[in-house]
């Protein structure tokens, strides 16, 4: 069954900085797209980030980009989300996520983590 | 970029037919966006449903289904349930690794 456990949320202040990771088991995680999407306080879903398979290629929302920095460690079938310059609108529940292939393309995100919750706040 | 819409709630009787749809504020949706689906309902991660426009995820009963509908994206609900009451969002692939959500529409069952 394929898994995906993120990790790394908490409190932090404005400015300051934050590593999320997502751990993935059940599937072979070296094929696969993975992608950061986050939820805001009774709002909707919102894209952040996507990285390739091979880790080649990332691409980030303009509202998080230059902040953001995503990468991935295949070795330990772990994803990762380092935040910096963190802003109280970066509030929100922080959802790791598969894609359905190798490549960024398409929008088919067929296994989700149950989320880890990011606040900024002073 | 472009605003991707959704119904911001629909309601449904039990046993009906219901279709939300998906669209842009320019353009039509077509299949070159790949439409999919997610079901969320309080305090869960999202679900995927439909890929690919009209594809259901593994485990998701033929009740669900998508299409293309005018200029839309359409995901169609028939014989509809009570565990059906959830949020649906769509999500359209704009091209570069970028995807955009909709804002979600809530489906109650009444």
């Known amino acids: 069954e394929m898994q995906l456990l993120e990790s790394g949320g908490g409190l932090v202040q404005p400015g300051g900085s934050l590593r999320l990771s997502c751990s993935a088991s059940?599937?072979?995680?070296?094929?696969?797209?993975m992608t950061w999407v986050r939820q805001t306080p009774g709002k909707g879903l919102e894209w952040v980030s996507t990285?390739?398979?091979?880790?080649?290629?990332?691409y980030y929302a303009d509202s998080v980009k230059g902040r953001f920095t995503i990468s991935r460690d295949n070795s330990q079938s772990t994803l990762y989300l380092q935040m910096n310059s963190l802003r109280a609108e970066d509030t929100a529940v922080y959802y790791c996520?598969?894609?359905?292939?190798?490549?960024?393309?398409?929008?088919?995100?067929?296994?989700w983590g149950q989320g880890t919750q990011v606040t900024v706040s002073s | 970029q472009p605003v991707v819409t959704q119904e911001p709630s629909f309601s449904v009787s039990p046993g009906g037919t219901v279709t939300l749809t998906c669209g842009l504020t320019?353009?039509?949706?077509?299949?070159?966006?790949?439409p999919s689906w997610y079901q969320q309902t309080p305090g869960q991660a999202p679900r995927a449903l439909m890929y690919?426009?009209?594809s259901r995820s593994s485990g998701v009963p033929d009740r669900f289904s998508g299409s293309l509908l005018g200029n839309k994206a359409a995901l169609t609900i028939t014989g509809a349930q009570a565990d059906d009451e959830s949020d649906y969002y769509c999500?359209?692939?704009?091209?570069?690794?970028?995807?955009?959500f909709g804002g979600g529409t809530k489906l109650t069952v009444l």
């Open positions: 059940g599937f072979t995680f070296t094929s696969y797209a």
């Open positions: 996520a598969k894609r359905f292939g190798a490549s960024a393309s398409g929008s088919y995100l067929d296994c």
């Open positions: 320019s353009g039509s949706v077509s299949s070159s966006y790949y």
């Open positions: 690919r426009t009209n």
């Open positions: 999500v359209l692939y704009m091209g570069s690794g970028i995807l955009v």
């Open positions: 990285i390739s398979a091979s880790d080649a290629n990332t």
